[in-house]
């Protein structure tokens, strides 16, 4: 894990920097917050811990920087500032997690794991699109070209499975598990049948088709080439 670490207080800076190092981490140290912003944003880093009172950019401005550059690194801010206000002003600013001082180092590596974690933690995917067709897999919806479409619930999932294989041939069989869990060919025209509405909802009255048949294959939900 590597670690940046923005403290101008030579001691506590030390103080951190040591632990990490001794914790396996490869910690790299600067002392204010104009050198932490150029060496932040290069994005090599899990972990920012990062001071919130510092000499040429302080800690807030300095993360707010980065967040609007893109910069998404975990960030845990250092404080003497330990008040409710100053706390949530340091997570509205693009903080991740907020430790005051004085703080035991245990408790600041625990919160350092935690963020480097996190960020290892593959992000949950709520949104599936091809071209003007978008899926919202939280609210379960459904909206080509920002018209509504409304799905039956085994629709519904025939759609997702084709977003989520975007651009391949899915076969029968392909289909016939993962949408309706058959792990053999029952004989059934179901696949023919759900294909068919779904078509009709999803590239009935639009310009472009998006759901192919690939003759002797399968199906393909991909936008015009």
Not at 104 to 119: D, I, Q, T, Y
Not at 140 to 153: E, H, M, T, W
Not at 217 to 223: E, F, I, Q, V, W
Request: aromatic share 6%; glycine share 8%; charged share 30%.
């Amino acid at each position: 894990m590597r670690v940046l670490v923005v403290e101008d207080d030579e001691k506590t800076g030390s103080y951190i920097e040591k632990g990490l190092a001794e914790a396996g981490c490869v910690v790299d140290r600067v002392t204010d917050g104009r050198a932490g912003l150029f060496h932040a944003t290069d994005g090599t880093y899990d972990v920012l811990v990062v001071d919130r009172m510092l000499p040429g950019l302080d800690g807030l401005a300095l993360v707010q920087a980065l967040r609007a550059a893109e910069v998404r690194t975990p960030v845990l801010f250092l404080s003497a500032l330990g008040h409710v206000d100053d706390r949530v002003k340091g997570l509205k600013a693009g903080g991740d997690d907020y430790l005051t001082k004085p703080f035991a180092f245990s408790e600041l590596l625990a919160r350092v794991e935690a963020l480097a974690r996190r960020r290892s933690e593959p992000a949950v995917q709520t949104r599936l699109a091809v071209a003007d067709l978008e899926m919202d897999l939280i609210e379960r919806r459904v909206k080509r070209a920002g018209r509504v479409i409304d799905l039956q619930p085994r629709e519904f999932k025939l759609l997702e499975y084709l977003l989520r294989h975007a651009g391949q041939v899915v076969t029968r069989t392909m289909l016939l598990e993962g949408v309706w869990d058959y792990h053999f060919d029952p004989q059934t025209n179901v696949i023919d049948v759900h294909i068919s509405r779904l078509r009709q909802k999803v590239d009935k009255d639009f310009d472009q088709p998006l759901l192919h048949t690939v003759r002797g294959a399968g199906y393909t939900l991909r936008a015009a080439s």
